[in-house]
């Protein structure tokens, strides 16, 4: 079984200075994981995904996030927060096999970026 | 533009009221998929299709049933609507040579009263 701890419920942060948005993630197969981003009463937007390649993974908007298999994290940066960036991100970790064909997707419980000018 | 269609956007319900969510994709995916989305929750797996004609139930399934009715279509139906349905549902698809990741539809926003 897949679990995912999103370390904090809400972070803030000023404009222009960096985001850190902390995830660990607990899977018995070796993990797909994601990061995903929702702005208010919007639906869900991939941002990034690991999958077994680099473990640098770079994302849409500027984000990108490190997979520390020791650490069992896959946390989520920016160098440099923009105003719009002000949503909720969800990190996701995949179960399933290849071989299978499907997947399902445990999430995070969210995290609450806010940004102030 | 190719996506993950969902209606309706909102409802609202009286308690022991019926109704039916309609998902559909257009972009040939095997597996699809229904969440609920609570505050403080993240999202939760109310049931699963991984292909056509196999349905299996995920995290949350109580009060739910759902019908895969063909490749593009996947319905999540409230027999018996209670309060706490209240919620956010997405419907979801993925196809293995996605590497898993998954299209979300814009989300049904349903009220039980």
């Known amino acids: 079984a897949q679990s995912v701890t999103q370390l904090d419920s809400h972070v803030s942060v000023s404009e222009g200075t960096p985001v850190l948005l902390r995830c660990n993630y607990s899977?018995?197969?070796?993990?797909?994981l994601f990061w995903y981003v929702q702005h208010p009463n919007k639906g869900l937007q991939l941002l990034l995904k690991?999958?077994?390649?680099?473990?640098l993974v770079k994302g849409i908007n500027g984000f990108e996030a490190e997979f520390k298999k020791s650490e069992t994290s896959f946390h989520l940066t920016k160098p440099s927060a923009h105003m719009s960036d002000a949503a909720e991100y969800f990190c996701?970790?995949?179960?399933?096999?290849?071989?299978?064909?499907?997947?399902?997707?445990?999430f995070g419980k969210g995290t609450m970026l806010l940004v102030s000018p | 533009n190719a996506g993950v269609t969902q209606t309706p956007k909102f409802q609202v319900l009286k308690t022991g009221q019926s109704m039916t969510l309609q998902c559909a994709q257009d972009?040939?995916?095997?597996?699809m998929y229904w969440y609920r989305q609570d505050p403080g929750m993240g999202l939760r797996l109310i049931y699963y299709?991984?292909?056509?004609?196999?349905?299996d139930k995920g995290e949350v399934p109580n009060g739910y049933n759902v019908s895969r009715l063909n490749k593009r279509e996947f319905s999540l139906r409230l027999e018996s609507a209670a309060p706490s349905q209240t919620s956010v549902y997405f419907c979801?698809?993925?196809?293995?040579?996605?590497?898993?990741?998954?299209?979300f539809g814009s989300g049904t926003r349903l009220t039980v009263v």
């Open positions: 979801a698809s993925s196809d293995p040579g996605t590497n898993y990741g998954y299209t």
């Open positions: 899977s018995s197969y070796s993990p797909s």
């Open positions: 690991y999958t077994s390649a680099a473990t």
């Open positions: 996701v970790v995949s179960g399933g096999t290849r071989r299978s064909g499907y997947s399902t997707l445990t």
């Open positions: 972009m040939n995916h095997n597996s």
């Open positions: 299709s991984a292909s056509e004609g196999t349905t």
